[in-house]
C-alpha cells in the first residue's frame, strides 16, 4: 500500500521560505517519478514541479528561479524548497508518485499560507 505522507505547510509572509517534505511508504521509492501540485480555493489542481527518477526536474512557469525540487532516495522523501513566496503561492500543496503507466498516488496535503 503506497502511502504518502506531506509536511511542512504553514503560514509565511510574502518573501519568505518554506520547505516541503514528502515521506512515502510502501513502494520502491527510487523507480518512482516523483511530483508537488498545488489547489488554491475555487481552482484547479496545477503542476508545480516534478522530478523523475534520473533527478530530471521541470517545473511550472510561475515557480522557476525560486522553488527547488529534490529527492533523497535513501529516506524515501521529496522536497519542495520554496523560496521568494508570493501572495499566488497560497494553496494546498500535494505530493504525487507515478511509475511508468502505473496508478497514481496522492498525499492528503499540506497548506501554504502566504501573507502580507
Known amino acids: 500500500q503506497v502511502h504518502l505522507v506531506e509536511s511542512g505547510g504553514g503560514l509565511v509572509q510574502v518573501g519568505g521560505s518554506l520547505r516541503l517534505s514528502c515521506a512515502a511508504s510502501?513502494?520502491?521509492?527510487?523507480?518512482?517519478?516523483m511530483g508537488w501540485y498545488r489547489q488554491a480555493p475555487g481552482k484547479q489542481r496545477e503542476l508545480v514541479a516534478t522530478?523523475?527518477?534520473?533527478?530530471?526536474?521541470d517545473y511550472a512557469n510561475s515557480v522557476k528561479g525560486r522553488f527547488t525540487i529534490s529527492r533523497d532516495n535513501t529516506k524515501n522523501t521529496v522536497h519542495l524548497l520554496m523560496n521568494s513566496l508570493k501572495l499566488e503561492d497560497t494553496a494546498v500543496y500535494f505530493c504525487?508518485?507515478?511509475?511508468?503507466?502505473?496508478?497514481?498516488?496522492w498525499g492528503q496535503g499540506t497548506q501554504v499560507t502566504v501573507s502580507s
Open positions: 522530478i523523475t527518477s534520473d533527478i530530471n526536474t
Open positions: 510502501g513502494m520502491s521509492f527510487s523507480f518512482y517519478a
Open positions: 504525487n508518485a507515478r511509475y511508468s503507466s502505473g496508478p497514481i498516488y
